[in-house]
């Protein structure tokens, strides 16, 4: 698999532990080191560490039945051992309260920046996600 290919199939093992809910996955595609970073467009907006951001993926994931996501015009560059993607990301699904028993369908446009390093594999090591408003 060459790079490119297999640097966005990270990007889709994200997304898609919200569909199959299978959340095992997160763990093995980020960089489980201090230099890991995201930012989210979802509360809270500080800059998290590893575990912070696997907990608040995990929770967010377990929160959105019908989740379904598309990535959109994707751009992958490649620098040696670092890549960068932006694309577009159209998020959506219900938001599920099971305390209250209710839901609210949420649909999020959104851009997405991935920074990715290759120690051997290639990990995530920076996330950066923000809602287009319109």
């Known amino acids: 698999m060459i790079d490119s290919e297999e640097i966005i199939k990270i ?3 994200l997304f ?10 997160l763990k093995e595609i980020h960089l489980d080191d201090s ?3 995201s930012f989210s467009d979802l509360p ?11 907990e608040l993926e995990e929770l967010r994931f377990v929160s959105i039945s019908d989740y379904s996501y598309e990535i959109k015009n994707p751009k992958i560059s490649i620098f040696g051992d670092t890549a960068i993607v932006a694309m ?6 219900m938001l599920v309260d099971n305390k209250a028993f209710t839901g609210e369908h ?6 997405a920046t991935f920074v990715l390093i290759k120690q051997p594999t290639w990990k995530i090591v ?5 809602k287009i408003e319109r």
């Open 106 to 111: 949420m649909k999020i446009n959104g851009r």
């Open 126 to 130: 920076h996330i950066h996600l923000s």
């Open 16 to 25: 898609q532990a919200g569909v199959t809910k299978d959340l095992t996955k």
């Open 88 to 93: 577009e990301l159209i998020q959506q699904g």
């Open 35 to 37: 230099r890991f970073s």
């Open 44 to 54: 809270p907006y500080d800059l998290k560490d590893y575990q912070t951001t696997i």
């Open 11 to 13: 990007i889709e093992t």
